[in-house]
C-alpha cells in the first residue's frame, strides 16, 4: 500500500506560478499511474491531470491545459504539478492519488490511495 504526501501549497496571486509535489512512500511508485485531483468549496472533487507510470503519457482537464504541468520523478517517488498563470478559480485543495491501473484514469473512484491535500488560493 502506497502513502502519499502532498506540499507547496499556499497563497499566489492570479497570474502567479507554484509548484505542488507529492511524495509516495510504501510501494512500488513506477507501478501507478498518478493523478492530481482538487476540490474547492462546496464543490465535488474534479480530476485535475494524471501521468501514466513511466511519464510518456499525460492527460489534462480542458481547464489547466496550457497552464498546468504534470511530471514525475521516479528515482525519487514523486510527482510534480507545475502551475502558470494561476487564476482565482484554481483554488482548492490540491490531492494526488496512485492508480494501479483501473481506467478510466480521469475517475477518482480508480484510485485508491490518495494524499491529505494540500490548500491553493489564488487571489485576484
Known amino acids: 500500500q502506497v502513502q502519499l504526501v502532498e506540499s507547496g501549497g499556499g497563497l499566489v496571486q492570479a497570474g502567479g506560478s507554484l509548484s505542488l509535489s507529492c511524495a509516495a512512500s510504501g510501494g512500488t511508485f513506477s507501478g501507478y499511474t498518478m493523478g492530481w485531483f482538487r476540490q474547492a468549496p462546496g464543490k465535488e472533487r474534479e480530476f485535475v491531470a494524471f501521468?501514466?507510470?513511466?511519464?510518456?503519457?499525460?492527460y489534462y482537464t480542458d481547464s489547466v491545459k496550457g497552464r498546468l504541468t504534470i511530471s514525475r520523478d521516479n528515482a525519487k517517488n514523486t510527482v510534480y504539478l507545475q502551475m502558470n498563470s494561476l487564476k482565482p478559480e484554481d483554488t482548492a485543495v490540491y490531492y494526488c492519488a496512485a492508480n494501479p491501473g483501473f481506467q478510466p484514469y480521469t475517475e477518482k473512484r480508480n484510485y485508491p490511495y490518495w494524499g491529505q491535500g494540500t490548500q491553493l488560493t489564488v487571489s485576484s
Open positions: 501521468i501514466s507510470w513511466s511519464g510518456g503519457r499525460t
